[in-house]
C-alpha cells in the first residue's frame, strides 16, 4: 500500500502546475506561460526529463535491491 | 555514498544534455537541419558501446592472466551492455538517415538500394554480429573453465575486428556517413564551440550510464554464481 501511494505521487508530482493553474481560471500561471512559451518545445522537454528520471529511479532500485540480495548472501 | 558520486555525476550530466543538448542553438547546415543535436544522443551510444567493449576485452585478458572466473563475468557483462548500446547507436542512426540521407521525393525503399550500400552500415552490422557470435560461442560450451577461456580468446578476436569493421573500412569505401576526411565529431575544428560544450559532457554520461548498468549485472551475475566462484 505505501508503494503504491509513493507511485501514485510520482504520477501526480508532474501535472501539479497544471492543477493550480486551472484554480485560478482564465490567468495564465508562470508556470504555464513559461511551458508554451518558444512553440512549447519545453514541455517536450519536461517529458524526456521524466522518462530519464524514471529510469534513474529505476536504476537505483535495483541497486538496492541487489545489495540488500547481497548482504542476504553474506558478501 | 562514498562510492555512488560517480553516479550522481551521471543523472547531472545526462539531465544536462537533454536540457542544453534541446535548447543550444546550433548550425543550420542544409540537410541536416537541426538533427545535428543527434551528435549528443547517437553519437553517444557508439561512445558508450567502444567504452564498453574496451573494458570487456581487457577483462578477458586479465582472465587469461589469472584464470579467475570472476573476470570471466566482467567480460561477459561489458560486452552484454556494450551490444545494447550497439543495437541503440544503430536504431537511431536508421531514423537519422532516414529524414537526411534518403532521398524525400521517392518512397523509402527506392532509396534503400542505395541506402543498403552504406558500409558504415555494413561494417556496423558486422561487428554486432560477431558480438552476437561471442554470446552463441559461449553458451553453447558446457565447461565452465573451457567456456571461459574459449569465449575470452574469441573476445580478443571480436575486440580486434571491431576497429576495421567500425573505423577503418567505411572510411576508405565512399560513404555518405561524416567520417571520410577524418574524424568529424572528435575534431575541434569541425564542432561548433557552443556543441562541444555539450557533446563531452554527454559523451561522458551516456558512458557513465553503461558502466553502471553493467556493474548492477555483474553484482547480480556474482550473487547468481557465489556457489561455483
Known amino acids: 500500500m505505501r508503494k503504491l501511494k509513493y507511485i501514485f505521487t ?14 485560478e481560471g482564465n490567468k495564465e500561471s508562470a508556470v504555464g506561460e513559461f511551458m508554451r512559451s518558444t512553440e512549447r518545445s519545453y514541455v ?14 529505476y536504476l537505483v532500485r535495483l541497486e538496492k535491491k541487489i545489495s540488500r540480495l547481497e548482504k542476504d548472501n553474506g558478501q | ?38 551528435l549528443f544522443f547517437h553519437v553517444g551510444m557508439w561512445m558508450s558501446m567502444m ?3 574496451t573494458v570487456s576485452v581487457v577483462n578477458a585478458i586479465r582472465y587469461l592472466r589469472t584464470f579467475n572466473l570472476r573476470y570471466d563475468i566482467y567480460s561477459r557483462q561489458y560486452a552484454v551492455a556494450g551490444i545494447v548500446f550497439g543495437l541503440l547507436g544503430y536504431s537511431t542512426g536508421t531514423i537519422w538517415m532516414s529524414y537526411t540521407w534518403a532521398d524525400p521525393n ?20 558486422i561487428a554486432l554480429l560477431i558480438y552476437f557470435a561471442y554470446m552463441v560461442l559461449r553458451d553453447s560450451i558446457k565447461d565452465m573453465d573451457q567456456r ?45 564551440p557552443l556543441m562541444r560544450i555539450v ?19 555483474i553484482r547480480f551475475a556474482l550473487v547468481k554464481e557465489r556457489k561455483l566462484l
Open chain 1, 44 to 57: 517536450v522537454i519536461a517529458v524526456i526529463l521524466t522518462i530519464l528520471i524514471g529510469l534513474f529511479l
Open chain 2, 51 to 53: 567504452t564498453l567493449f
Open chain 2, 199 to 217: 557533446e563531452w559532457p554527454a559523451f561522458v554520461g551516456w558512458t557513465l550510464l553503461g558502466v553502471w548498468i553493467t556493474t548492477l549485472k
Open chain 2, 1 to 38: 555514498m562514498r562510492k555512488h558520486w560517480w553516479k550522481i555525476i551521471c543523472v547531472a550530466l545526462l539531465v544536462y544534455t537533454i536540457i542544453a543538448g534541446l535548447l543550444i542553438k546550433v548550425p543550420n547546415l542544409p540537410l541536416l537541419g537541426q538533427t545535428s543535436r543527434n
Open chain 2, 106 to 125: 521517392n518512397a523509402l525503399f527506392q532509396s534503400f538500394s542505395a541506402l543498403a550500400r552504406e558500409p558504415k552500415l555494413i561494417g556496423t552490422a
Open chain 2, 148 to 192: 571461459a577461456k574459449v569465449s575470452a580468446v574469441y573476445n580478443i578476436f571480436a575486440y580486434a575486428m571491431l576497429f576495421p569493421a567500425i573505423w577503418i573500412i567505411p572510411r576508405i569505401l565512399p560513404s555518405l556517413h561524416p567520417g571520410q576526411e577524418g574524424n568529424p565529431a572528435l575534431n575541434f575544428k569541425d564542432v561548433s
Open chain 1, 10 to 23: 510520482l504520477l501526480v508530482i508532474p501535472g501539479l502546475p497544471a492543477l493550480v493553474q486551472a484554480q
